[in-house]
């Protein structure tokens, strides 16, 4: 049986705000260079139910099922991404499908079931990405306005249909659409 004899690792993890960690998260944290070393550390954190394993590479210090959904989307879809798209549209009651993804906008297009909920990312171009308009950033994770989420949807699908068009404010997305670049890009 192996004895974690570093506890100051151990009081790091749990003093911080950060609830996820990547993999080079815990490096930095931990100040470990060895790969193997790291590695071992975090099998035996997860052994001892300090650390939980979401995803490949990607840990917390709580249970995935008492995580907030959009932070682990978040956490999964990189840095910048953010909720938008149906989720959005659908928790304001723009569009009245029953979305059963959590859709977001991040560096890589993927699409993961962890636990229960399925997360769909969409590939977003950096230059969009980037632009924060329209974006409200939470701890943990950002959540884009009804107004940035539409924008969003008609930049990948121009055709996309809304179901409740009373509650669009048209000139202001199509402004934020010119403010982020929309209009003179393609996709």
Known sequence: MYKIRNTDKQKILLQTDQRIFKTSDLALLWDIQNRNTLTKTIQRYIDRGILFRIYKGLYSTLPVEDLNKYEVGCAIGGPFSYISAETILAKEGIIFQDIKKITLFGKKQKEITIGDTTYLCRYLNDRFLL?????????GYSVATVQRALADLRHINPKFFVDNNLSIREKEVNNLSKEIGYNDSSK
Not at 131 to 139: F, L
């Open 131 to 139: 632009n924060r308009a329209g974006i409200n950033d939470n701890k």
